[in-house]
């Protein structure tokens, strides 16, 4: 049985990543991207995406050149879309200035050998912005299937993120990168996971909208200042669904073998990019890793018959009056 489990498993894995394969490419061409690109997926509204959220979309196209985001189109809502871009392109050209002006010496020339020599203007600035960030429609919820698959990472939007796009994340194993928030909107992703058994650290979760400072490179190993969170038993380990109740969420998932569990969910902006970086750059293997991990706990979200058990009390309660 073991061995037949082994071949399944060998099948399933290699009929996905011919699907996901094919998918990419017809967004390549489709979407006249280059050949090589790291695919973020931001499948949220436009009205969700508050401004301190702007920051980590800017980071993100800075540290990553191949950096593509495809965003739902919302063309009923035009100038929550225009907004959004002239934001993005705002910030976009006053880091890009800014590095320029503290990377230039006495001198007037320019100190980094990959800073252009000149200020950016916003028209020049609103270009690069609009190349990058795609706008799709959806048709039908296979499409959204497909482009969650095709994603190299889902990131959640704060201080108020997905709950619908989540879970249709989930449900086809696509890591979702969320920064939990102090309003209920921004920790449905968090619930989630801690369902799953997916829960990282051990912490309390706050949002701090000062991005501020430099980012490590995506290959970087540091943990953004934590400890060590790979390691169990430093008060920081994973979630281990095994030391909790049943009403308390998690059960059956247990310790995640997969690295990247660790930059699922972040402590800090600055560490939501980070952890978004790591998952992009990361190994095809280490990312299927983290997919398989996923999908083998999200049933805990789809199949639970407590739910079913409590919703049927509360209804009939009701009913009876």
């Not at 800017?58 to 929550?80: C, N, P, T």
């Not at 998932?253 to 998952?279: E, M, N, Q, W, Y």
């Amino acid at each position: 049985f073991e061995e037949e489990f082994e071949e399944d498993e060998e099948i399933r894995t290699k009929d996905f990543l011919d699907r996901r394969s094919k998918i990419r490419q017809h967004i390549m061409t489709q979407m006249r991207l280059p050949p090589q690109f790291h695919f973020y997926l931001c499948p949220q509204a436009v009205f969700k995406f508050h401004p301190s959220f702007d920051d980590i979309l800017v980071s993100i196209m800075e540290k990553d050149k191949l950096a593509y985001f495809l965003m739902l189109d919302g063309r009923e809502r035009q100038s929550w879309m225009d907004a959004l871009i002239d934001r993005i392109s705002f910030r976009f050209k006053t880091s890009h200035n800014d590095v320029n002006t503290t990377t230039t010496s006495k001198s007037g020339k320019s100190q980094d050998p990959h800073a252009n020599s000149h200020t950016m203007n916003q028209a020049l600035a609103r270009e690069v912005v609009k190349a990058k960030f795609i706008f799709y429609s959806k048709a039908e919820d296979v499409d959204m299937s497909q482009l969650y698959e095709a994603a190299d990472v889902v990131l959640d939007t704060f201080p108020v993120g997905g709950y619908i796009t989540s879970l249709q994340a989930l449900a086809v194993g696509s890591p979702v990168v969320t920064l939990p928030s102090d309003v209920l909107g921004g920790r449905f992703t968090l619930a989630m996971y801690k369902k799953m058994g997916i829960y990282p650290l051990r912490k309390s979760f706050t949002t701090n909208n000062n991005i501020g400072g430099g980012v490590p490179s995506a290959g970087a190993s540091s943990s953004m200042g934590l400890k060590d969170n790979r390691k169990r038993g430093n008060g920081d380990e994973f979630y281990d669904s095994s030391h909790s109740d049943s009403n308390n969420g998690g059960g059956g998932g247990g310790f995640k073998t997969s690295p990247l569990v660790a930059d699922l969910v972040a402590l800090s902006p600055k560490d939501f990019v980070a952890k978004a970086l790591r998952i992009a750059f990361a190994p095809q293997e280490e990312k299927l890793h983290l997919r398989k991990d996923i999908t083998s706990s999200n049933h805990l979200l789809f199949e639970d018959e407590d739910a079913v058990r409590q919703w049927d009390a509360l209804l009939t309660k009701a009913a009876d009056g």
